[in-house]
């Protein structure tokens, strides 16, 4: 806990700098020199908001907003008896102080992996998972880490036994999913437990952000409230949603239009190697070759709706090297930056847009992306403007203060206890 507090004053700190110009700034709309957008710029401003989003439960996961599961989900995150040397659980990368990633490069479960640890919120609203899309559900996400070699290097068998020889666990088990994990095999247990943890995921979400003040004021036409803004920020928004072209993939209220893009990233792993990560392109390989996706027998959605995605999926030449648009939300508190963790601060991401080498898009046909030869002001006042997506707080996490109380066994499974979607 001190840890935690000392790294988000670092990132809270910028941010309050910032929240003193902008509250300071009440009169800066009428100054000149600030910037006013016109009406196709307010449209597209809108566009990012409102936030939060809309979310309903999972209907690929039967336990997706069952407060047992979401109880029983975060006790096994942090639980590292799952794992083959009992010392390793989820939240070793995914840190809650660490707006659930962990400030590193790459990090290290039994071994070191070939990417940077993304943030784990507002994972709910994300249609496919890993920084390569090998997964197509939140809960099968969660079961890949648990079998990877790397992180937790666990198996279904370890998984289950633990589960059934513990019986506060094996009790809250049954709550959320009306059977006791002594009554399924092996591979049943491993996915009810990875669907648990994507119960407990989906609970993870940003806050309101000074963007989104501005963006409700502007929706309200309310030009007081919106001249709060800064306004280095407002023009970088500017640049944002204009020249730059940033929102072209960066979309919506999450910042991300949720698919893959080449962005000119090196694609070789760190190490000297020369293994290239195959982005996108082997993801989908992984994804069509994994009996949890939602084209197999784990799915709990009837309909199959959720499995039409996936459906028409297939590995092409251009999805090398495309890795997801990540969502900007919080982005202060997610660096190091890319998939490869290899930019440090958001000046370093900027100066990539700003200077892009073109050769190193390996996308076929013609790519978007132009070197935007930002100058020193542009690129600060960008900056800016990410900036004021971030929550200006802690995460609101409670630690682990679980909700529910020591477990009962023989009392009735409740499954039909859902979370009001807000
Ligand atoms: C050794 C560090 C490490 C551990 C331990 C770890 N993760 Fe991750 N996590 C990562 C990395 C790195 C990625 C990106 C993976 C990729 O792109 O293939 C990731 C990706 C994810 C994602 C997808 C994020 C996105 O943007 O799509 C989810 C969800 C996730 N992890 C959940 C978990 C859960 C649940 C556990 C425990 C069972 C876990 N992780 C354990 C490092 C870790
Ligand atoms: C063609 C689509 C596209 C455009 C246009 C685009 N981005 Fe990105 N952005 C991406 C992708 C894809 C990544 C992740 C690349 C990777 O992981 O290697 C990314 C990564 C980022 C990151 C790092 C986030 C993180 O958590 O690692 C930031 C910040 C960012 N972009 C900001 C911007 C800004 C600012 C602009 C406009 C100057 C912009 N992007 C334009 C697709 C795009």
């Known amino acids: 806990m001190k840890k935690m507090k000392t790294i988000l004053t670092a990132g809270a700190l910028a941010v309050s700098a910032m929240s003193a110009v902008w509250f300071a700034g009440a009169t800066q709309a009428n100054e000149p020199g600030v910037i006013e957008f016109n009406e196709a710029e307010v449209s597209r401003i809108l566009r990012h908001g409102p936030w939060p989003m809309k979310w309903s439960p999972d209907p690929s996961n039967r336990v997706s907003g069952n407060t047992h599961a979401v109880d029983l989900g975060e006790r096994l995150f942090f639980d590292e008896k799952l794992s083959a040397n009992d010392k390793v659980s989820c939240g070793t990368c995914h840190i809650a102080e660490y707006n659930w990633t962990d400030g590193v490069k790459r990090n290290q479960g039994l071994a070191l992996v070939d990417r940077n640890t993304p943030t784990l919120m507002n ?157 996108r392109h082997d993801g989908i390989k992984l994804l069509l070759g994994s009996k949890f996706n939602l084209l197999g027998p784990y799915n709990d959605d009837a309909t199959r709706a959720t499995a039409t995605k996936t459906t028409h999926l297939k590995p092409e030449r251009r999805n090398f090297g495309e890795f997801k648009v990540p969502s900007l939300r919080n982005v202060g508190y997610t660096g190091p930056y890319m998939h490869s963790g290899e930019m440090m601060t958001l000046e370093q991401v900027v100066r990539h847009y700003s200077e892009l080498n073109i050769e190193r898009l390996h996308t076929d046909g013609e790519s978007l992306l132009r070197p935007l030869k930002l100058t020193q002001r542009e690129s600060a006042d960008l900056v800016a403007f990410l900036q004021t997506l971030n929550m200006d707080r802690a995460p609101p996490w409670r630690g682990k203060e679980y909700a529910m109380p020591p477990c009962t066994v023989g009392s009735k499974a409740v499954v039909e206890d859902n979370y009001a979607a807000p």
């Open 123 to 279: 994972m709910r609203h994300h249609r496919w998972f890993a920084l390569d899309g090998a997964a197509d559900s939140l809960w099968s996400q969660s079961i890949r880490p648990i079998l990877d070699a790397r992180e937790l290097g666990s198996n279904a068998a370890h998984v289950a036994q633990y589960l059934r020889k513990d019986a506060d666990l094996s009790c809250r088990y049954e709550k959320t999913f009306g059977i006791s994990p002594s009554k399924q095999d092996d591979e049943a247990v491993l996915v009810g437990v990875g669907k648990v943890m994507a119960a407990f995921q989906e609970t993870l979400t940003t806050e309101f952000t000074p963007f989104d003040q501005f963006r409700d004021a502007l929706a309200r036409g309310d030009k007081a409230a919106a001249g709060l803004y800064p306004r280095d920020a407002r023009r970088g928004l500017q640049i944002f949603i204009g020249k730059g072209i940033c929102s072209t993939c960066h979309t919506g209220p999450m910042f991300t239009n949720g698919e893959f893009h080449d962005i000119g990233v090196s694609h070789f792993i760190e190490g000297g190697s020369k293994k290239v990560d195959g982005g």
